[in-house]
């Protein structure tokens, strides 16, 4: 779900620069920084942009910086320190980079099965651009979830975040199935496994 769904992954230099120009050109100071660490992201290689993105020292570049790492740390797995970095960047920077760090924490809290705290992120980006499909979506998966588990049964565990019938995942799938249009009244495919016809 990281990578499909997170489509916000790096700040405004995403795709200015390959890792070849950053070789060739040596861009010098903050600027060639940030191109390095975007393109070495792009490329996968999320050691190498985290730490080039270290060497950024500006502090009006520090929201982005921010940003950036927080994607580079979501990547790796570092959930809790990509959590913190998206809280600051979505205090700083512009709007927009405000309204990415929401959406994006909001993900990862989603993933997280954190359903509460991830609809709060998903309002607060909705907050900044009320026009936001992707937003508005995971505020409605977030919500969804989130009453799942406050109707569930007290002795009954709360069904896991990933779960293939039921869970969240299920929940995006069908939702974006409704939002394309490609569902059609009367098409079947396979029964979920586990699913009963009463």
Request: hydrophobic residues 40%; glycine residues 12%.
């Given at each position: 779900m990281r990578m499909a769904a997170n489509r916000r992954l790096t700040s405004f230099l995403f795709g200015f620069a390959s890792l070849a120009l950053v070789s060739?050109?040596?861009l010098p100071g903050n600027f060639g920084a940030m191109v390095e660490g975007n393109a070495r992201f792009r490329h996968g290689a999320y050691e190498a942009a985290a730490a080039a993105y270290l060497n950024v020292h500006d502090p009006s570049?520090?929201?982005?910086v921010d940003y950036d790492l927080a994607n580079?740390?979501?990547m790796l797995g570092e959930d809790k320190a990509a959590e913190s970095l998206y809280a600051v960047a979505a205090k700083g920077g512009g709007p927009s980079l405000r309204r990415d760090a929401w959406y994006n924490l909001g993900l990862?809290?989603?993933e997280g099965g954190?359903?509460?705290e991830s609809w709060a992120a998903f309002r607060e980006a909705l907050r900044l651009d009320p026009r936001d499909a992707e937003a508005?979506?995971?505020l409605e998966i977030a919500w969804r979830a989130w009453k799942k588990q406050a109707s569930a049964a007290p002795t009954r565990p709360a069904p896991a975040a990933g779960a293939s019938f039921g869970g969240v995942s299920e929940d995006i799938r069908l939702l974006r199935r409704l939002e394309t249009g490609s569902w059609r009244p009367?098409?079947?495919s396979a029964p979920a496994s586990g699913?009963?016809?009463w």
């Open positions: 060739a050109c040596g570049w520090r929201a982005a580079t740390w979501a990862l809290r989603l954190r359903w509460e508005r979506r995971g009367g098409s079947s699913a009963r016809d």
